[in-house]
């Protein structure tokens, strides 16, 4: 084992990009337990399968790398990670117990698929109110996939980072049909194991995706930017998964178009897509929405009504804000999601199947809502399955101009359906400087004010309409301020989230974290112009002559992090891959 961990640590400090470093550990895992495999007694028998990386900080997924044991030997760090986008989706552990009881126990846990059965290699639960045993089962949903794709035996090995928190795990998959129920190699090998992904751990991490060729767009995904095409890249692959995706990210962000885009890319995109938005559901009728009544069930049921569950049989549902689901729906939710049957309001009749694949949305951190007793933590872990975080539009300003050149297009095209709008790069280059707290929504609103008034000013429909910088700084006039506000009247805007944030929380907030500033003054200099020049264009020449700017980045890139984890929020992109030291 020490070989083979030399051998890693000299590919993972040679890595650039993640997914290097991503296949590089994956070989080395697979290397060592096909190796220890073999010298068992389940040698003849066994056979290793595959090993997946999920790479999911603060509960969300980024990334996602698999590599087949029969194909390590012929794939190159250089290679193409993920499987072809409409190809089988196989390398996947898609088990919320899994990764709940990788985050539990902080150890590496052992699944015997057989059995049902998750068995963690410590015994000294830590983290969550409310622990899981130390044998606990996972659904039949996953122990049947599993089985599907021949994988009997299932080692999952945290993602620890130094502090504790855990940014991910890597599953180790065998298939060993006579060993069910037995004892297999992962007890046995986990510690070298663990090991080798704690030394990898910092750089799955901290390196930055490769660049390459951008995910195709459609009509359902017009736009986009280098800044979520790895997210795009796992969407892909859960898009063609039956289990609960959560999507979570601000209002405005895009989440339900998103969710479209999944149902488009699924083997659901026959059925139909249905939304339900419970912030235009009053409480009392959440259940009612969703599950549909039956004439005389309440005052007011003159006549049958299909819930939204009926109406997406063999399609889709799309939930968003399920925040605002109460706790008496919650419930009832939670059931349909477990059990898979349901039943209108006032029916006397028998259950019904629920052939609908659920797409969650929230702008919400729902796991501080299970801790402030607002949210169930069981239908938490029941929906945390397959989560991705859909960030800000602030975090994804490589998308602003070509968000706002489909917009402008799709506006004219209502009104003049062969026209051709233009948007100049003035007008594109005011957009991309200004801020934009209700993201695309908001994005959206002053592209079609700006529109107006340039048809104003032309009189009417037009085949042609160029947007001018004047347009949208007029536009902008109406928010009652113009974008891109003075560095002074940003910095009072700083300060009032800060004091904000500590009212919200009726708790002191430690004044000594507005020193994170700094790190995300520096990521955003690097993102924009790279490591050595952002440090000149800060006034600290002389640490880079004295090649002393990396340390000082990371120790202001901590104070970062250590914001975001008081006040339990992710890490923005930009910052988590400021470390590795290129412009995006």
């Given amino acids: 084992?020490?070989?083979?961990?030399?051998?890693?640590?000299?590919?993972?400090?040679?890595?650039?990009?993640?997914?290097?470093?991503?296949?590089?550990?994956?070989?080395?895992?697979?290397?060592?337990?096909?190796?220890?495999?073999?010298?068992?007694?389940?040698?003849?028998?066994?056979?290793?399968?595959?090993?997946?990386?999920?790479?999911?900080?603060?509960?969300?997924?980024?990334?996602?790398?698999?590599?087949?044991?029969?194909?390590?030997?012929?794939?190159?760090?250089?290679?193409?990670a993920l499987p072809p986008a409409d190809g089988p989706q196989v390398a996947l552990l898609a088990s919320?117990?899994?990764?709940?009881?990788?985050?539990?126990?902080?150890?590496?846990?052992?699944?015997?698929?057989?059995?049902?059965?998750?068995?963690?290699?410590?015994?000294?639960?830590?983290?969550?109110?409310?622990?899981?045993?130390?044998?606990?089962?996972?659904?039949?949903?996953?122990?049947?996939?599993?089985?599907?794709?021949?994988?009997?035996?299932?080692?999952?090995?945290?993602?620890?980072?130094?502090?504790?928190?855990?940014?991910?795990?890597?599953?180790?998959?065998?298939?060993?049909?006579?060993?069910?129920?037995?004892?297999?190699i992962w007890r046995q090998m986990g510690p070298g194991m663990q090991l080798a992904v704690d030394l990898a751990a910092p750089y799955l991490t901290g390196l930055p995706p490769r660049?390459?060729?951008?995910?195709?767009?459609?009509?359902?995904?017009?736009?986009?930017?280098?800044?979520?095409?790895?997210?795009?890249?796992?969407?892909?692959?859960?898009?063609?998964?039956?289990?609960?995706?959560?999507?979570?990210?601000?209002?405005g962000a895009g989440k339900s178009r998103l969710a479209r885009?999944?149902?488009?890319?699924?083997p659901r995109r026959k059925g139909r897509f249905e939304s339900l938005d419970l912030m235009m559901v009053p409480e009392e009728l959440q259940m009612a929405e969703l599950f549909g009544w039956r004439r005389g069930a309440f005052t007011g049921a003159v006549r049958d009504n299909p819930g939204s569950l009926a109406r997406a049989e063999e399609g889709t549902l799309f939930i968003d804000e399920l925040d605002k689901l109460s706790l008496k729906a919650q419930a009832g939710l939670l059931?349909?999601?477990?059990?898979?049957?349901?039943?209108?309001?006032?029916?006397?009749?028998?259950?019904?199947?629920?052939?609908?694949?659920?797409?969650?949305?929230?702008?919400?951190?729902?796991?501080?809502?299970?801790?402030?007793?607002?949210?169930?933590?069981?239908?938490?872990?029941?929906?945390?399955?397959?989560?991705?975080?859909?960030?800000?539009?602030?975090?994804?300003?490589?998308?602003?101009?070509?968000?706002?050149?489909y917009m402008l297009t799709r506006r004219h095209r209502e009104t003049s359906p062969e026209g051709m709008a233009h948007l100049s790069p003035e007008a594109e280059r005011l957009l991309e400087q200004g801020t934009w707290p209700g993201n695309l929504r908001h994005l959206d609103n002053i592209v079609r004010r700006a529109y107006t008034l340039a048809m104003v000013e032309?009189?009417?429909?037009?085949?042609?309409?160029?947007?001018?910088?004047?347009?949208?700084?007029?536009?902008?006039?109406?928010?009652?301020?113009?974008?891109?506000?003075?560095?002074?009247?940003?910095?009072?805007q700083a300060a009032r989230a800060f004091v904000q944030e500590a009212r919200r929380r009726q708790a002191p907030l430690d004044i000594d974290l507005a020193e994170s500033l700094r790190g995300f003054v520096l990521a955003e200099a690097v993102r924009q112009v790279g490591r050595d020049e952002a440090f000149q264009l800060v006034g600290r020449e002389s640490l880079v002559k004295s090649r002393n700017h990396q340390k000082a980045l990371r120790q202001e890139l901590k104070k970062v992090e250590a914001l975001c984890r008081e006040v339990g929020q992710p890490m923005p992109d930009s910052v988590a891959q400021a470390e590795a030291g290129e412009p995006s």
């Fill in 1 to 80: 084992m020490t070989e083979e961990l030399s051998s890693l640590a000299v590919a993972l400090h040679a890595a650039r990009y993640f997914e290097q470093a991503a296949l590089s550990t994956l070989r080395t895992l697979l290397r060592v337990a096909g190796q220890a495999l073999e010298a068992s007694p389940h040698g003849r028998r066994g056979r290793m399968l595959r090993g997946v990386v999920h790479l999911r900080p603060a509960e969300a997924y980024q990334r996602l790398v698999a590599l087949e044991y029969e194909a390590m030997e012929h794939t190159s760090p250089e290679d193409e």
């Fill in 96 to 184: 919320a117990s899994a990764w709940r009881a990788v985050v539990e126990h902080g150890c590496a846990v052992s699944v015997d698929v057989g059995l049902g059965t998750l068995m963690p290699h410590q015994e000294n639960p830590r983290r969550m109110a409310a622990p899981l045993p130390a044998a606990a089962s996972f659904t039949w949903e996953s122990q049947r996939r599993l089985l599907n794709r021949q994988a009997t035996h299932v080692c999952v090995l945290p993602l620890r980072m130094p502090g504790g928190r855990i940014d991910g795990m890597i599953a180790l998959e065998a298939s060993c049909m006579e060993a069910l129920g037995q004892e297999f």
């Fill in 211 to 251: 660049p390459g060729a951008m995910p195709e767009t459609d009509e359902y995904l017009p736009v986009i930017g280098a800044s979520t095409a790895s997210r795009v890249s796992v969407l892909r692959v859960f898009a063609q998964q039956e289990e609960t995706l959560l999507l979570s990210g601000p209002t």
């Fill in 261 to 266: 885009w999944c149902h488009e890319r699924s």
């Fill in 335 to 405: 059931r349909v999601l477990e059990e898979r049957t349901w039943r209108a309001l006032g029916d006397t009749g028998g259950e019904q199947r629920a052939n609908v694949r659920f797409i969650i949305g929230t702008n919400a951190n729902l796991l501080e809502s299970v801790r402030r007793g607002t949210f169930r933590e069981d239908l938490y872990y029941r929906i945390n399955v397959l989560p991705v975080r859909l960030p800000p539009l602030e975090e994804r300003r490589d998308e602003i101009g070509p968000w706002a050149r």
């Fill in 458 to 492: 032309q009189g009417g429909t037009s085949q042609e309409l160029a947007l001018s910088e004047a347009h949208v700084r007029e536009a902008l006039t109406y928010e009652g301020k113009q974008q891109g506000a003075p560095l002074v009247e940003a910095m009072g």
